[in-house]
């Protein structure tokens, strides 16, 4: 019997590798993204949040199975923040509800490499208070500084929303009701949204000194959802809370063998 999946930022890049993964395993699976998908939604509003989550749970009957997570931004605008954490943890927390009629339900969410890198500790604090207003103010007072204060933004979502799953993953409304919640962090993966930063030699130059991947180098989107597809599956009963660096070893070499000093 296939699992209702619901994918989000499903028209492109992972999103629409897992839906085709999905798809070719015998999954009913229905999209939603800004447009182009089953469920055309505004993720980076609270109005287009709740109505695309409506949307999910109508099209599912009333039970979703599996949620994974793929709408982002990549841009150093205050946007960002709304798509990438309130976009994903408000959906999410819609959604629930569905999810606990599932006899397996399961929740993953694409993060990124970058929850490791510099952040802005004031913004990931203002989305973990779950007060957008703040955190998007904080944001454009970044974007306003410079340049370099707005890249902080990209990896403050990912870092909060990864700091989001650990908070909710052993409550009883998500592990209480046996879902387990977990993340992806990818490395570089060859999508439309990072097509300029790998477009030269000297870009991709620029981006591996950032990144490394020792392992295979850059990825696929569809390599991504291969792992997206496990941590959603039956198979998965106790992984839970985790981001789970998909990276060629990128971790390890930034951050070395012993993270638990």
Same mark, same amino acid.
């Given at each position: 019997m296939s699992r209702k999946y619901i994918v989000t930022g499903a028209a492109s890049g992972i999103g629409a590798a897992t839906v085709a993964l999905l798809k070719e395993r015998g999954e009913?699976?229905?999209?939603? =993204?800004?447009?182009?998908t089953d469920i055309n939604a505004d993720l980076s509003t609270k109005e287009g949040r709740?109505?695309?989550?409506?949307?999910?749970?109508?099209?599912c009957g009333g039970r979703i199975d599996a949620v994974i997570a793929c709408a982002g931004l990549a841009h150093p605008?205050?946007?960002t923040v709304s798509v990438n954490f309130f976009g994903v943890s408000e959906y999410l927390t819609e959604i629930l509800p569905a999810l606990t009629k599932s006899l397996a339900p399961r929740v993953v969410i694409t993060s990124s490499?970058?929850?490791l890198m510099p952040n802005s500790p004031e913004l990931v604090?203002?989305?973990?208070?779950? =007060?957008?207003?703040k955190a998007v103010a904080i944001a454009q007072s970044l974007?306003?500084?410079s340049d370099r204060a707005a890249g902080l933004i990209y990896g403050s979502t990912k870092r909060a929303i990864c700091r989001w799953i650990r908070q909710q993953a052993i409550k009883p409304e998500w592990a209480g009701a046996g879902i387990a919640l977990n993340a992806v962090g990818p490395g570089i993966v060859e999508t439309p949204m990072v097509a300029d930063m790998i477009a030269t030699e000297e870009s991709r130059t620029a981006i591996d000194a950032m990144v490394p991947m020792p392992?295979?180098?850059?990825l696929k989107p569809r390599q991504v959802a291969y792992l997206l597809v496990w941590l959603t599956s039956e198979e998965n009963t106790h992984t839970t809370g985790q981001t789970i660096y998909i990276d060629g070893g990128a971790d390890v070499a930034i951050r070395g063998d012993d993270i638990w000093r």
């Open positions: 009913t699976v229905f999209g939603v =993204d800004i447009h182009g709740l109505d695309g989550a409506a949307k999910s749970i109508e099209l605008i205050a946007k490499m970058a929850s604090d203002a989305m973990l208070a779950l =007060d957008e207003a974007v306003d500084k392992l295979n180098h850059y």
